[in-house]
Nanobody, 111 residues
């Protein structure tokens, strides 16, 4: 399986971005797909994940109310809608599933 993240970019403080994770096989095969991020000099941290069957979700505390994860099983894609972005959200964002990491996408939030 391969996962490809995209949608990162440069955005101002308070702005929004939507990341996409396209999976090379049916998302239902993976059961759960997650988003992680890693800022310079910091450990990789879990941002959010979704059960591809029932759509149940998890969010890290600092993302609750600002980020929304969703999936489109017909498109084999998981999304991460990020609103009210802050400079501390600056990181490389990765999607993960079935013990496979996708290539990251850079998100930079300017102050």
């Amino acid at each position: 399986v391969q996962l490809q993240a995209s949608g990162g970019g440069l955005v101002q403080n308070g702005g929004s971005l939507t990341l996409s994770c396209v999976v090379s096989r049916a998302t239902l095969d993976l059961t759960a797909i997650g988003w992680f991020r890693q800022a310079p000099g910091k450990e990789r941290e879990k941002v959010s994940c979704i059960n591809t069957y029932d759509g149940s979700t998890y969010y890290a505390d600092s993302m609750k109310g600002r980020f929304t994860i969703s999936r489109d099983n017909a498109k084999n894609t998981v999304y991460l809608q990020m609103n009210s972005l802050k400079p501390e959200d600056t990181a490389v964002y990765y999607c993960y599933g079935m013990n496979v990491w996708g290539k990251g996408t850079q998100v930079t939030v300017s102050s």
